[in-house]
């Protein structure tokens, strides 16, 4: 089995290292990566029902990047070890232009939504989405959850009301919780202030699926069923 992948420079082995950064933050747990062709998929979790009765939707966000050189895998690694990796062959790297292949760690044991594999095709349009909104919307359930959940709080108490904040809908954005808000503003999706793109975020439906995609990377919504969302 292959346990490396190749990228075409030192700018893109910086980017994969910015983007994992903000993942372990949310979430401190796994990446999975998969290759196919020329092309690596990194796709990272944000929020995830804690168990079969858990009605939460599922929230990934999604980020792909060219590959030197063709690799066919589908791992799931921890993300930690992984950006340990990273951080080593950044202090080790002499030519930023030069190819760099990064090994990976030991597969790391499988979180639930890592099973999960989002649609590849199939993909409808479903309208576009103001960033401000989706920022506006990620902040106040942060703001909301801080003020809700006091430090020492029992975390079944935590995960409901995370559920309850993150399951709701965006207002004025059809399909898309406020979940998804916040993991494209967490991941640095969403442009900062006085960067606002000249196309909004683009929705788009697949059977129980959303995706909510940028020129910065994908957030993917599995939506509960009977959710309306």
Known sequence: ???EFTLPDALSLADLQVFLARAQRVDDGVVRLVGAGSIL??????LHPAGLLDAGPTVLGLRTYG??????????????????????????????????????????????WAAISPPRSGWAPAGHADERV??????????EIAEAVPTGTGEQI???????VWGRPVEGVDHVPAGGAFAALSLG????????PAVDPTVYIAGQWTR??????????????????
């Open 41 to 46: 998929a990194a796709y990272v979790g944000v």
């Open 1 to 3: 089995m292959i346990r």
């Open 134 to 143: 989706l920022e506006r919307s990620a902040r106040a359930g942060i703001d």
């Open 67 to 112: 590959l030197a050189a063709p690799a066919a895998i589908d791992v799931v690694v921890g993300l930690g070890p992984l950006l340990e990796r990273i951080a080593a062959l950044q202090q080790a790297s002499t030519d930023a232009t030069a190819p760099v292949t990064v090994p990976l760690p030991p597969d790391s044991r499988s979180a639930a």
């Open 212 to 229: 909510l995609s940028t020129d910065r990377g994908h957030v993917l919504i599995k939506r509960r069923s009977g959710s309306g969302l």
């Open 158 to 164: 935590v995960h409901r009301v995370r559920n309850e």
């Open 189 to 196: 999706f969403l442009a900062s202030s006085g960067e606002r």
